[in-house]
């Protein structure tokens, strides 16, 4: 009789689940099956089956069709999904509260998504290898935050969550402006227990803040996937450090931008563990790696001083592709301090100011440094030299890019 009111109940819930209506065929006629089954049991009630092996064979048959109607359901829901909106424009005249609204809002929107995929591909293969999240952050749509009008004011950090992109229509077309000066404000200030910073910190304002895994709510986890800034004049105020990436996006794109430090922070880009703040529920710090990141034709415009350490971006990870990048005013190109694979082209300015001021000493300008470089890897440069350590080296060898000589290497 167990297998009979096992039946009875799948079947029953199938028949009054509000989702009936936008099921396919091919489950209701798996509906029809489960009838024909629950008959074949009640033909089977009361007597004795010739052996285990059919007994379990009939049980076996009945688990893989409860199996097939939780991915129908499922499937049945991510096909029902109506037609969104999906790209947001940012108001001028209140930059902070239209970027929140939309973060907010897409991410409403985002939310039912997200449920679905996971419950359908959870379902179908079983527990993702990548963890809780990766199923449903694949399937949820990516939010554009829209960039049109000549310039926005920032006053506070602005948030960068998994599956969201700040885009404008036309290159350079939009300025913004990151002041930074109240609150919710966050900065670049990790250490770990000891008080050792991952690598060097600016204790700067962030500007924009690219976003680790996130959980919105017990039921929704946001993976920091195919985050991506766009088209952009991005101009940090108030020694603000432009852009920080939080721990381990994957597939981050930023592209055809213009970042100017002439007011900012010691570094650019800056890539590091999750940053303290009560605001947003982060994931623990995970590995700190990027996967198959792109920075692609960046102009960055430095601090224009020789202060140490600085960096026009500060990374590491898989695959990391920068080219067309172009540098103006920096001591220290970008620098990659762990990872494989990596590929960097870039331009470096050195001349002096238009006043005719000499902020650097060009000499000690170093365009890229990889550090564990492995061979096969690219570091090229027109401009300026190039630092490449192998695993073994721990110290710098001479006065050059951000390092001094003798100085420990940033790496692992």
């Not at 926005?152 to 300025?175: D, H, I, Q, V």
């Not at 061979?375 to 060898?397: L, N, R």
Request: hydrophobic share 35%; with cysteine; charged share 20%.
């Amino acid at each position: 009789m167990q297998l009979i009111e096992i039946l009875e109940e799948v079947v029953d819930t199938l028949k009054n689940n509000p989702e009936i209506n936008t099921l396919e065929t091919k489950v209701n006629s798996t509906i029809q099956v489960a009838d024909v089954l629950r008959r074949k049991c009640e033909d089977l009630d009361g007597k004795v089956l010739a052996n285990k092996v059919q007994q379990q064979e009939l049980a076996k048959e009945i688990r893989n069709l409860v199996g097939k109607l939780q991915v129908d359901i499922a499937a049945a829901a991510l096909v029902s999904q109506p037609a969104r909106k999906y790209h947001y424009e940012l108001d001028p005249a209140d930059p902070d509260g239209s970027w929140d609204k939309i973060i907010k809002e897409g991410q409403s929107i985002q939310r039912k998504y997200n449920l679905d995929a996971e419950a359908y591909w959870q379902a179908k293969q079983g527990d993702s290898p990548s963890g809780k999240g990766w199923y449903g952050t694949v399937g949820m749509p990516v939010i554009t935050i829209v960039a049109n009008a000549p310039e926005y004011n920032f006053r506070s950090t602005k948030r960068l969550p998994g599956r969201f992109r700040l885009w404008s229509p036309a290159r350079w077309s939009s300025t913004m402006r990151f002041h930074c000066d109240t609150g919710p404000t966050l900065h670049d200030n990790w250490t770990n227990s000891a008080g050792i910073a991952y690598g060097f910190k600016t204790d700067a304002p962030i500007g924009l803040y690219v976003e680790p895994t996130t959980y919105v709510d017990e039921q929704f986890t946001v993976r920091p996937f195919e985050q991506s800034i766009e088209n952009c004049l991005i101009v940090a105020h108030n020694g603000t450090l432009p852009i920080y990436l939080a721990d381990n996006q994957d597939r981050l794109w930023i592209r055809d931008c213009n970042i100017q430090q002439h007011q900012g922070a010691q570094a650019g880009i800056k890539h590091g563990p999750p940053v303290q703040t009560d605001t947003i529920k982060q994931a623990p710090m995970a590995n700190v790696y990027l996967a198959d990141p792109k920075f692609l034709d960046l102009q960055v415009e430095g601090p224009h001083n020789a202060q140490r350490p600085q960096t026009a971006i500060f990374a590491a990870g898989n695959n990391i592709h920068m080219r067309g990048l172009n540098l103006y005013g920096w001591l220290q190109g970008p620098y990659l301090h762990g990872g494989l694979n990596r590929y960097v082209q870039v331009q470096v300015h050195k001349s002096n100011t238009h006043n005719g001021r000499q902020p650097l000493p060009l000499n000690e300008v170093c365009g890229v440094t990889l550090n564990k470089y492995l061979p096969g890897e690219v570091a090229e440069c027109v401009g300026a030299g190039v630092a490449k350590f192998p695993p073994v080296a721990y110290v710098a060898p001479s006065t050059f890019g951000t390092h001094r000589k003798g100085e420990g290497l940033y790496g692992g």
